[in-house]
């Protein structure tokens, strides 16, 4: 249940309360980093808050389900923050879905509210024509920025049980239609201090995470643990994975932990001079959703 208490926002143990610990605590470190840009732990806080009271101010609140239809990128996850400071229910959508399939998401889940990204504004809107319950739209991009600028800092006075549903994520590789998969924020929380104990990450990584899209369980996952323990979450853009851009990334980024699929890590290591690369901040590369061969784990140790 989530229920009003004055003053309580960061004791908890949800997303939310991690971010605004981390604001307190180390508020120029930097959260997320895309493309050259980034925000830190303290920008990051005051946007989320913005974003959330923007949202209440639309009617959205505990328990609603808020809808987000976005490419990779720093507001997604502010998107993702901000529904669970309200106490809300995140429903990330796959944006490779067609305007009827995003329908069917948005109705099944019962979302009253959608944060789409400018260049799916279109399909948002078709979708939207078939989803009665959603009542509110937030178009990443000038409409975005508008609303969080007009928002207040003032935080929320609204603590969010542990066990109550923080995302609904739609399943893939089922038969029929997509199925809601609940997640609770103990959930979220004792995933991120499962790769934590496993892999051993500490707040000096950098975690890079592109083999999965944000609407994806893997990329969701994989920026828990940074946030759990005041690292850097790395993203990459969406779309046509390309082996050079993902090097780049690294070294510019000076990545410490990244996650690939089989594929996309044979891709990496066939890019000519790798060798050459400055990756000694490496320290951990890990790889799922297919078998990785013998020969390729052998090559990933030779490379890195």
């Given at each position: 249940?989530s229920v009003p208490i004055p003053t309580l926002?960061?004791?908890?143990?949800?997303?939310?309360?991690?971010?605004?610990?981390?604001?307190?605590?180390?508020?120029?470190?930097?959260?997320?980093?895309?493309?050259?840009?980034?925000?830190?732990?303290?920008?990051?806080?005051?946007?989320?808050?913005?974003?959330?009271?923007?949202?209440?101010?639309?009617?959205?609140?505990?328990?609603?389900?808020?809808?987000?239809?976005?490419?990779?990128?720093?507001?997604?996850?502010?998107?993702?923050?901000?529904?669970?400071?309200?106490?809300?229910?995140?429903?990330?959508?796959?944006?490779?879905?067609?305007?009827?399939?995003?329908?069917?998401?948005?109705?099944?889940?019962?979302?009253?509210?959608?944060?789409?990204?400018?260049?799916?504004?279109?399909?948002?809107?078709?979708?939207?024509?078939?989803?009665?319950?959603?009542?509110?739209?937030?178009?990443?991009?000038?409409?975005?920025?508008?609303?969080?600028?007009?928002?207040?800092?003032?935080?929320?006075?609204?603590?969010?049980?542990?066990?109550?549903?923080?995302?609904?994520?739609?399943?893939?590789?089922?038969?029929?239609?997509?199925?809601?998969?609940?997640?609770?924020?103990?959930?979220?929380?004792?995933?991120?201090?499962?790769?934590?104990?496993?892999?051993?990450?500490?707040?000096?990584?950098?975690?890079?995470?592109?083999?999965?899209?944000?609407?994806?369980?893997?990329?969701?996952?994989?920026?828990?643990?940074?946030?759990?323990?005041?690292?850097?979450?790395?993203?990459?853009?969406?779309?046509?994975?390309?082996?050079?851009?993902?090097?780049?990334?690294?070294?510019?980024?000076?990545?410490?932990?990244?996650?690939?699929?089989?594929?996309?890590?044979?891709?990496?290591?066939?890019?000519?001079?790798?060798?050459?690369?400055?990756?000694?901040?490496?320290?951990?590369?890990?790889?799922?959703?297919?078998?990785?061969?013998?020969?390729?784990?052998?090559?990933?140790?030779?490379?890195?």
């Open positions: 249940m926002q960061g004791r908890g143990m949800t997303m939310s309360d991690q971010l605004a610990r981390w604001s307190r605590t180390t508020p120029d470190t930097p959260a997320l980093r895309f493309e050259g840009a980034g925000r830190s732990y303290g920008e990051l806080d005051d946007r989320v808050t913005r974003l959330a009271r923007a949202l209440r101010q639309r009617g959205v609140g505990p328990g609603d389900r808020i809808a987000v239809l976005a490419l990779n990128g720093m507001e997604t996850w502010e998107s993702y923050l901000a529904g669970v400071r309200l106490g809300a229910i995140v429903v990330p959508v796959n944006f490779r879905l067609v305007a009827d399939e995003v329908a069917y998401v948005l109705t099944d889940s019962g979302a009253v509210a959608l944060v789409v990204d400018a260049p799916m504004a279109e399909l948002g809107a078709k979708a939207r024509e078939q989803a009665p319950s959603v009542t509110t739209t937030l178009v990443i991009g000038a409409e975005y920025e508008e609303a969080l600028a007009a928002a207040g800092t003032e935080p929320l006075d609204v603590v969010v049980d542990e066990d109550e549903p923080a995302f609904l994520m739609y399943t893939s590789g089922t038969t029929g239609r997509p199925k809601g998969a609940v997640l609770t924020h103990r959930n979220l929380v004792l995933h991120a201090f499962s790769q934590i104990t496993t892999l051993g990450w500490d707040p000096d990584d950098r975690v890079g995470v592109p083999g999965a899209p944000l609407f994806h369980i893997a990329g969701l996952a994989g920026g828990l643990p940074p946030l759990l323990l005041g690292g850097t979450n790395v993203i990459l853009r969406s779309g046509a994975f390309d082996p050079a851009e993902t090097l780049d990334m690294m070294e510019r980024e000076r990545v410490s932990s990244i996650f690939l699929v089989p594929a996309m890590w044979a891709a990496v290591l066939a890019v000519p001079g790798i060798a050459d690369r400055d990756l000694s901040h490496l320290r951990r590369v890990s790889w799922g959703a297919a078998p990785a061969s013998t020969t390729l784990l052998r090559s990933l140790i030779d490379a890195f």
